[in-house]
Structures are given as C-alpha cells and as structure tokens.
C-alpha cells in the first residue's frame, strides 16, 4: 500500500509540474504613451502589436515629453516605452528600450503607408535597429538583458552570452532601410498683397496702388488666377481751364510660371485685363462746369520678378510689371486742350505671398 501511494503522489506531481514547464515565455512588455492627439491612433496599432508578439499597454499623459519614456518603461516593468506625436505632415515615433538604453526617432509622412499595420511595423523596425546593435562589441548597455520573446518579436536572432570579437574587423550590424523622402506637397491657392506704384505714358501724374492676386496652382510650378491695382490715391492733372483728379484701377487674368523649389524663385506672368478710369473735372472759372466722366478698355501686360523664400510657405516678390491697351485715355477741357494717359504703363510693386495647401 506504501508503494501504492508513492507511485501515485509522484504521477500526480508529474501531472502539475509538467504544465509549467511547457507555459511560454511572457510577452515583451512595450507602453505605448498617448495624448489627446495620438489616443485613438495608438488604441487602433495596440492590436497590431500584439499580434507581433508583445504585450501593449497605453498609458495616458498630457504633453508628455520624450525624455520621460525610461521611466516610463522602468515604472510600468516594460521593456519598450513608445510616443506617438502628430506633425504638420504626418506622424513622429520614439522608440525607447532598456536593452541598450537608446531613444530612436522616426518621421513618417503621409506619402508614405502609414497605416495602422504599417504604424506598428515603424515601431518594431526602430527597436529592431536599436536591438541589433547588441551584436557589437562595444554595444551600449541598458538595465534591462534581452529576453527571448523581445528578440523573436523584434525579430533579432539571439544574442550569444559569449561573442568573441573577430581580430580584423567588428561585426557590422544590418541596418533598416531608410524611408523613401516624401515629395514636397503642391500648395492649393496662393495670396499676394503688396504696395505698388503705377506710372502710364502721357501727361497725368503717378499714383500709388494696393496690388492683389489669387491664384489656384494646377501644378507646383504653373498656376492660374487674377490679379489688380487699386489706386489709393488719384492722378491729378491741372489745365489753364481747370483741374482733373483721375482714379485708374488695373485688373486681369494671368497665367505665371514659378518654380516651386529654391530659396530663388523667379516667375513670369501673362494675362490680359482691361483699365478703367473714373475722371472729375474742376473748372478754374464759373463760366466753365466740371463734369465726372467713365471709361474703359481692354489690354494686356507682363509681369515678371524674383520670390525669396522667408519660410516654407512664405516669400517675398519684388517686382516690374508692364501694360499696354490699343486706345489711351483722353481727358479734354473747353479750351480744347487735353491730358493723355496710356496706351502704356508700368507698375513697380514689392508683395508679400502665401501658399495655402489646405
């Protein structure tokens, strides 16, 4: 009966202990840090971790910053600490491990597949590339050894204990490739405004303008759009018999070329518009009564000047633009004597422009 019993106890005993011996080895651990901003793209890549191979955690902080992420890696026994941010052009990554130590970065863009698959990949390729760093001789050292399951999930091969280093060369170390560049994004609409000085051939004065464009771009070096010169002052003239204040407005539609790249960035318009003038007369005696006359007429013109870049979506345009229509403007008074202007003019204007992708 003593042999019985012993026999039993120690199937039994073999019945407990050889489960635990075939449980796997945990999942690396990886807190993934969100905010406001990033909560719902970091809840919906979570999933994706997991199916690599890891245990993701989110933990919410408000602007948290990036030198926080070992300790909250070591706080929240994690091997991984991750932070997503949300950039002007797509997604920023930091990768923190306590294997080496090492905080790794990455810019991902909207050209390229950044969804939540691909999110996750970028994840694991930055751990990836701070993990393989393990295979030096002179790798840096965290607090934390690689266990098993981090290195299959990172996909690194396991690091032997004992590594001798070769006596010619150290061990390179395979790097991920880098990721395409993304194009620079075509603008949408462009404004310019500026200060202006128009000037046309003939006997009135010159007067200054407020100059005003829109223009849709229909590539990243060619657009389409209008443009005008207000008069915020009146041409005057002065006659033996009385006096003309005179408001010429300049306006069009234009095609311009520019490059979109370069902090240079010379351009060349042509449109075609018309000029209208508003003239008030003044007689110099009471034998002589002043009258308000209208007139308008097409033409065309060529503006051309140099863009220098301020900021990615800002420049500055000095400029010379110049005009022609086939009749002049008249402005005659009771002693038969008149005052021309045109057919030519010329503009000499200084704008300041921006670009609207959205």
């Known amino acids: 009966m003593r042999i019985l019993f012993s026999t039993l106890a120690l199937a039994l005993s073999g019945v407990v202990v050889c489960p635990a011996w075939a449980q796997p080895a945990a999942s690396p651990r990886l807190v993934l840090?969100?905010?406001?901003?990033?909560?719902?793209?970091?809840?919906?890549?979570?999933?994706?971790?997991?199916?690599?191979?890891?245990?993701?955690?989110?933990?919410?902080?408000?602007?948290?910053?990036?030198?926080e992420l070992p300790a909250i890696a070591r706080g929240g026994q994690a091997a991984v600490a991750a932070r997503l941010e949300v950039i002007e052009n797509g997604v920023r990554v930091w990768v923190f491990d306590r294997t080496t130590g090492k905080t790794l970065t990455r810019e991902l863009s909207p050209a390229t597949d950044s969804g939540d698959a691909s999110l996750a990949l970028h994840v694991v390729e930055l751990l990836r590339a701070s993990l393989l760093e393990l295979n030096l001789p002179d790798a840096p050292r965290g607090d934390q050894e690689a266990t098993p399951a981090l290195l299959q999930a990172?996909?690194?091969?396991?690091?032997?204990?004992?590594?001798?280093?070769?006596?010619?060369?150290?061990?390179?170390?395979?790097?991920?490739p880098p990721?395409?560049?993304?194009?620079?994004?075509?603008?949408?609409?462009?404004?310019e405004l500026g200060a202006a000085v128009v000037q046309g051939s003939g006997d009135l004065e010159y007067y200054p303008a407020l100059q005003a464009a829109l223009q849709v771009f229909?590539?990243?070096?060619?657009?389409?759009?209008?443009?005008?010169?207000?008069?915020?002052?009146?041409?005057?003239?002065?006659?033996?018999?009385?006096?003309?204040?005179?408001?010429?407005?300049?306006?069009?539609?234009?095609?311009?070329?520019?490059?979109?790249?370069?902090?240079?960035q010379p351009f060349v318009c042509l449109g075609v518009g018309a000029a209208y003038l508003e003239t008030r007369g003044t007689a110099a005696g009471a034998e002589f009564e002043g009258e308000t006359n209208h007139a308008l007429t097409p033409g065309a013109f060529l503006r051309t000047g140099l863009g220098v870049r301020l900021s990615r979506r800002l420049r500055l345009n000095p400029q010379l633009n110049l005009g022609v229509q086939p009749r002049y403007?008249?402005?005659?008074?009771?002693?038969?004597?008149?005052?021309?202007?045109?057919?030519?003019?010329?503009?000499?204007?200084?704008?300041?422009?921006?670009?609207?992708v959205e």
């Open 179 to 191: 990721l395409p560049e993304a194009p620079p994004q075509t603008p949408i609409v462009a404004l």
């Open 218 to 264: 229909v590539s990243s070096d060619f657009r389409v759009g209008a443009v005008g010169w207000v008069p915020l002052s009146s041409a005057d003239h002065v006659a033996a018999v009385g006096s003309s204040e005179n408001h010429i407005t300049l306006f069009g539609a234009e095609a311009r070329w520019q490059p979109g790249n370069g902090t240079w």
């Open 329 to 356: 403007f008249s402005i005659d008074y009771a002693d038969g004597t008149a005052a021309h202007w045109g057919p030519w003019w010329g503009v000499v204007s200084l704008t300041l422009e921006g670009d609207f």
């Open 154 to 176: 990172s996909g690194v091969p396991p690091t032997p204990e004992a590594r001798p280093a070769p006596p010619s060369a150290p061990v390179a170390s395979a790097a991920p």
């Open 33 to 67: 840090v969100v905010d406001e901003n990033t909560s719902r793209l970091a809840a919906r890549i979570r999933e994706e971790l997991a199916t690599m191979g890891f245990d993701p955690v989110l933990e919410a902080r408000e602007a948290s910053s990036v030198d």
